[in-house]
T-cell receptor, first 113, second 113 residues
Framework: DAGITQSPRYKITETGRQVTLMCHQTWSHSYMFWYRQDLGHGLRLIYYSAAADITDKGEVPDGYVVSRSKTENFPLTLESATRSQTSVYFC????????????FGPGTRLTVL | KQEVTQIPAALSVPEGENLVLNCSFTDSAIYNLQWFRQDPGKGLTSLLLIQSSQREQTSGRLNASLDKSSGRSTLYIAASQPGDSATYLCAVRPGYNTDKLIFGTGTRLQVFP
């Protein structure tokens, strides 16, 4: 199906482990984003990418790493997971301009024990 | 620092009522404002996007207004239905070249039959 997908949908891991969350979009959108959603904080931007091989930090980048070798994929890696990174992670994309509507994936619920 | 507030946090109404959801922002210098819908366990779906030069946007039973000078936006839902039950989020973009969407924490709407 066309659109934006995330995997896995649910993940439980332990403190200190490396975890990678995947995001894939089929629209060839230029811009892609990673957000986390926490109670009381709403959605906060972690990283974004304007195109393949171009990434930049958002509001809460510490502890996360991203890459974008292909336009359609934007994986998010937690290098050494901490309990404070327990959250719901959303990937989003937008096509023509940074200011256009963002389309969101279904989210990944990550629990760090 | 731009802050976005949505009050009330939760709202319960009977089917058929017309209702208004509120979004306030502290800095009137915004580029645009978006309203999103989020169903439980799902990602965000864009409903309406209002540019800073616009006063309102309409889509079906939804009408969003923007008053930049007072730092307010409202989402009007006509003839509410149980299928409208969801969390509604507003987000402002502070400027043209900014990567950031600043989200409110949402209003959880329940429409009962």
């Amino acid at each position: 199906d066309a659109g934006i997908t995330q995997s896995p949908r649910y993940k439980i891991t332990e403190t200190g482990r490396q975890v990678t969350l995947m995001c894939h979009q089929t629209w060839s959108h230029s811009y892609m984003f990673w957000y986390r959603q926490d109670l009381g904080h709403g959605l906060r931007l972690i990283y974004y990418s304007a195109a393949a091989d171009i990434t930049d930090k958002g509001e809460v980048p510490d502890g996360y790493v991203v890459s974008r070798s292909k336009t359609e994929n934007f994986p998010l890696t937690l290098e050494s997971a901490t309990r404070s990174q327990t959250s719901v992670y959303f990937c989003a994309s937008t096509g023509l301009a940074l200011t256009d509507t963002q389309y969101f994936g279904p989210g990944t619920r990550l629990t760090v024990l | 620092k731009q802050e976005v507030t949505q009050i009330p946090a939760a709202l319960s109404v009977p089917e058929g009522e017309n209702l208004v959801l509120n979004c306030s922002f502290t800095d009137s210098a915004i580029y645009n404002l978006q309203w999103f819908r989020q169903d439980p366990g799902k990602g965000l779906t864009s409903l309406l996007l209002i540019q800073s030069s616009q006063r309102e946007q309409t889509s079906g039973r939804l009408n969003a207004s923007l008053d930049k000078s007072s730092g307010r936006s409202t989402l009007y839902i006509a003839a509410s239905q149980p299928g409208d039950s969801a969390t509604y989020l507003c987000a402002v973009r502070p400027g043209y070249n900014t990567d950031k969407l600043i989200f409110g924490t949402g209003t959880r709407l329940q429409v009962f039959p």
